[in-house]
């Protein structure tokens, strides 16, 4: 193998393998085939003459040499995309930069963001929402400064901690039978179709939940090329349900369904905050340092108990 781009492309394979836990949701977050992605593995460490992960059924991990040599080389190769990247020099120091992945924000976002606006007047924000395949390379290279996603455990080479809880509602028909009852669970829907919607980077759900769900005898899953106010009409018609966190259903009324909460296993979704430590913003720490007292405070979360927060690194 020659020092040239086809190395590149090769960690490339392998950073979203680690990053992901799993072939499969590495090809799918690259666009490509898992395959694709097994080949090129092995070929890095046919050259490498190294096995850097180990395969199981329930995905990848790296083996103790391939994780030193990943977090040895991860550092060099984010530096090299950053040193062609146009946006490097542009960032704002006086500009926090939040990602959310598949999050909708809710009630504690809401005051955490106010109740810093009130103490540091002088950082502003910027918000965006980021797919789920470009949220970790995104805090790595300082695109963001930190990013709310769903709970997926500790995350390689960041900070990250649960700050909030929500329990998920589904969107019924309101002709249907389960409208009458106060919460539902999984099985109750396990006939029905769980539309998800799908945009330009993906489904716009926690894929992992996802996976969850099916695997304990849940509902079919469908994804939809449609926005989430097709997938209500769909919802509407008939042709099965969809779902969100509580802080979207309690404020979006569509006619002719009904919210609905959910109960049981995989009923709620914790919200983790990801950053990068050695981040140079103050603001940063700042911002996760509100959050941490506002979680302290907040004894319940839209009904589910707030876990006690917990740093990982």
């Known amino acids: 193998m020659t020092p040239?781009?086809?190395?590149?492309?090769?960690?490339?394979?392998?950073?979203?393998?680690?990053?992901?836990?799993?072939?499969?949701?590495?090809?799918?977050?690259?666009?490509?085939?898992?395959?694709?992605?097994?080949?090129?593995?092995?070929?890095?460490?046919?050259?490498?003459?190294?096995?850097?992960?180990?395969?199981?059924?329930?995905?990848?991990?790296?083996?103790?040499?391939g994780r030193a040599w990943i977090d040895v080389v991860r550092a060099h190769y984010e530096g090299l995309l950053d040193a062609f990247d146009d946006r490097v020099g542009d960032k704002d120091a006086k500009t926090l930069r939040i990602g959310l992945c598949c999050v909708r924000g809710g009630e504690f976002l809401r005051g955490i963001i106010a109740r810093f606006g009130s103490l540091y007047p002088d950082v502003s924000f910027s918000i965006e929402d980021v797919p789920a395949g470009r949220w970790l390379s995104a805090i790595r290279r300082r695109h963001l400064d930190l990013v709310f996603t769903h709970d997926f455990g500790a995350v390689p080479s960041c900070c990250s901690e649960v700050f909030w809880h929500e329990r998920l509602f589904v969107l019924l028909p309101a002709s249907h039978s389960l409208v009458d009852r106060p919460v539902v669970a999984w099985s109750d829907l396990a006939e029905m179709c769980l539309l998800v919607p799908v945009g330009p980077e993906g489904p716009l759900f926690d894929l992992r939940l996802l996976e969850r769900i099916a695997a304990t005898g849940g509902p079919a899953v469908q994804t939809c090329r449609a926005n989430q106010a097709t997938v209500a009409l769909k919802v509407q018609l008939g042709e099965g349900f969809t779902l969100a966190e509580e802080?979207?259903?309690?404020?979006?009324?569509?006619?002719?369904?009904?919210?609905k909460p959910l109960a049981g296993q995989n009923s709620v979704?914790?919200?983790?905050?990801?950053?990068?430590?050695?981040?140079?913003?103050?603001?940063?720490?700042?911002?996760?340092?509100?959050?941490?007292?506002?979680?302290?405070?907040?004894?319940?979360?839209?009904?589910?108990?707030?876990?006690?927060?917990?740093?990982?690194?």
């Open 247 to 259: 802080s979207c259903a309690r404020t979006t009324a569509i006619e002719s369904t009904m919210w």
């Open 4 to 65: 040239n781009g086809n190395a590149l492309r090769l960690l490339a394979y392998a950073l979203a393998a680690v990053d992901h836990g799993s072939l499969r949701r590495a090809a799918r977050a690259m666009r490509v085939r898992e395959s694709s992605v097994s080949r090129n593995i092995v070929k890095l460490e046919q050259h490498l003459e190294v096995q850097l992960f180990e395969r199981d059924v329930r995905g990848v991990r790296l083996t103790e040499p």
């Open 269 to 313: 979704s914790s919200i983790r905050a990801v950053w990068l430590d050695s981040n140079p913003k103050r603001s940063v720490l700042r911002l996760v340092a509100v959050a941490r007292n506002r979680a302290g405070d907040t004894p319940s979360n839209s009904g589910t108990n707030a876990a006690r927060p917990g740093r990982s690194t």
